[in-house]
């Protein structure tokens, strides 16, 4: 399954080459997070989309129209499919698909909306809150704008959401549902609720991102979205379209144990999943983009989980997480997770785990620190794992002949 | 002060739909404006919170015009505290 297009807005930017050059110099895009208003948290930095310039994008009323999870979405959208350069037909319109994933939706209308109610005793709420703070508000917007006719879908797993819409966007295409799917994600989780919710579930470093490093302290939180365009690798070729790579395979399990705390098993039975889903022997992955929070309990158990499924392969895989430069993005994490993984693959060059102190001997894989890293992969792995437990995991191969 | 009411109604309108106050007129109608039925709703909570007044959803269902709109209002502010009082 071909991958013809990308699209991201993220902490490191507005676009793809943004977030590429940033991963590739091993660059975070976390900071002070603006716009508390004086508010105290026990966690002070954030990956903030801070690049988007939105009236460049859109018009003051759509706009209006639109939370910034929705316009994450869109424009991350229409950069992918401009990139894919796909021509629309109705026919082809009425055979696309649209999966989004998105954990939260609208939080910062929600929290406008709920404020002005309980604080500012307004007695009432503005009549947009509900069509902008809807998790698929984004879908369908992009649906409306691009006149898309097939199934368009929203998946909210939490932290796994858009490797959920991803998988579920490859099998549509190889299933024959869809010809062209615009699968991904965002997320827009800067409003002060939703991070004090944060603040409370202890799970925010206060200082940055270092997964599987020694004296890591936790996630940070992040923003933005990402979409691939998805379609048949023979329809690719035949229309001359760049192909970036394919999704070759998807794999996905419950832990079924606890809400919250992660567990060996349910991810390894994941990535098994779609290691079989691919038919590819677990020898045959160069790379795995980690789920890789920086959480205390995410980076030990992620490792368990990987030298369960890898054995002895897992001393010669190269693991890294992206989250230490664009954050944890919870419902687009995956979405961006995959361009970052795609680009790696095309460009031959491994993006690192960003902010490493030293080995954490409890996460004894090759995480490449600091630094990005020449390297030809052919196949790849991407992680995603959710609260709930709820696991996601999307196989690659290069787009290289 | 119905000019006054008129002109407020239509900076609200002009406010909420991003467009010219000069575009708008007492006989424009809703369509010729290009506002849908979300516009719509938009409009009447702009126009709730300018002059503190509720109102009631089958007083709004009618409504199709900027005219309807402006007497609208006025009715519910004569009203008085009636008009004003929560749902």
Sequence with gaps: MAVTGLGVVS????????????????????GPIQGLDGWQ????????????????????????????????LIVAAREAVADAGIEWTPALKARTAIVTGCCVGGQATEDIGFSDLYLEKRGRVHPLTIPKIMANAGASHLSMELGVTGPVYTISTACSSSNHALGQGFWMVRDGVAETVLAGGSEALFSLGFLKAWEAMRVVAPDTCRPFSRDRKGLILGEGGAMLVLEPLEAARARGARVYGEIVGFGMSSDAHHITQPTVDGPAGAMRQALDDAGLAPDRIDYINAHGTGTPANDPTETRAIRAVFGDHAGRLAVSSTKSMHGHALGAAGAMEAVATLLAMREGILPPTANYLGPDPDCDLDVIPNQARPARVEHALSNSFAFGGLNAVVAFRTGEP | MADDLTHRVISCIAATQHIAAERITLESTFEELGIDSLDGINILFALESEFSINIPDDAARSIRTVKEMVEGVGKLLEGGSAAGAPA
Aim: hydrophobic share 45%.
């Design chain 1, 11 to 30: 902490a490191l930017g507005a676009n793809r080459l943004e977030f590429w050059t940033s991963l590739a110099a091993g660059r975070d895009g976390i």
């Design chain 1, 41 to 72: 948290l026990r966690f002070q930095n954030g990956a903030q989309v801070k690049t988007l310039d939105v009236g460049a994008h859109f018009s003051q009323k759509d706009a209006d129209m639109l939370d910034p999870f929705a316009r994450f």
